[in-house]
């Protein structure tokens, strides 16, 4: 079912802010939303053979209860996953999501993720294994934004729902396949949007940008451009989400121009780490 929403969630504290995202997307765009647990091996595996370490190999007893406590890690990693699932779903389900589905895989997620069918990915920015690290980036999110080609939303803390969205623009193909995608998606349509170009007041930039505004507008958004004339882009977006109170963010992944630098240099990781407003990357 290629038309549903995905969320991948591991029971960590931002779970709930992706269960609230996904439902927010669920809603706007119309789509059964279904949650993914994946158990990854380390959580499922056996210890393995240990009937080589040293003192453990003329005592029996000992390999008998340690295969014991590795089933039952085992039993209680696969009971564990289904309880956050029904949470999940019992959570959308109590705020007006219809059609809620759930599935547990064992494996890898990024597996599990290319071997899914949907219309939308919704991730956290840190799962379980940085859970005491509040603005760190999740080990796993650059290798999933990399590898599939459907967006991803990204949920980075508590989740409102937004209103207003930012989308940064250079030109770039990378910006126009971005920008067209917006402008065809019902998810962010009746939201207020600003266009960010960063760059020399010129007379191209100028033409694009108006160019680009004119493809939101006439697909029904309410939008306003912006040019700023800042060489360092990052603190030029920085700021500008901030003094207008931005709640959604759009990123075009892994362009070729000045943008990309932002959004695959140690600034991206940055602003991804520290934002603070759910960020939806395409690629």
């Known amino acids: 079912m290629k038309e549903q929403i995905i969320a991948c969630i591991d029971g960590s504290s931002i779970s709930t802010a992706v269960c609230d995202s996904a439902v927010w997307a669920s809603q706007v765009l119309g789509a059964p939303l279904k949650f993914l647990h994946v158990l990854e091996k380390n959580q ?15 005592r029996e007893h000992l390999l008998k209860e340690l295969t014991i406590l590795d089933e039952q890690r085992k039993k209680l990693a696969i009971e564990h996953g289904k309880h956050i699932l029904e ?26 993720i290319l071997e899914a ?8 920015r840190h799962g379980s294994d940085h859970e005491s690290q509040v603005d760190a980036i999740g080990s796993q999110i650059e290798n999933v934004v990399r590898s599939i080609k459907t967006p991803v939303l990204m949920a980075t803390g508590r989740f409102t729902k937004p209103a207003n969205y930012m989308l940064a623009y250079d030109g770039s193909e990378t910006a126009e396949n971005t920008l067209n995608r917006i402008a065809k998606s019902p998810l962010l349509k009746t939201l207020p949007g600003h266009l960010v ?26 939008v306003t451009s912006h040019l700023l004339a800042n060489d360092n882009v990052v603190a030029a977006l920085t700021e500008f989400q901030a003094l207008n109170r931005i709640e959604f963010k759009v990123m075009g992944a892994y362009g070729h121009s000045r943008i990309r630098e932002f959004f695959v240099g140690s600034n991206t990781t940055k602003m991804i780490a520290t934002s603070t407003v759910p960020i939806l990357i395409l690629r």
Not at 44 to 58: F, M, N, V, W
């Open 44 to 58: 499922t595996q056996p210890s393995g053979d240990l009937s080589g370490s040293i003192g453990l190999g003329s």
């Open 87 to 112: 949470d999940a779903k019992t959570r959308a389900q109590s705020q007006g999501v219809a059609e809620v589905l759930t599935e547990q895989r064992h494996g890898q997620l990024i597996n599990a």
């Open 117 to 124: 069918e949907a219309m939308l990915f919704v991730i956290g």
């Open 197 to 222: 170009m960063v760059g020399n007041n010129s007379s191209d930039n100028k033409d694009k940008l108006e160019a680009a505004t004119k493809v939101l507008r006439d697909k029904g958004h309410t």
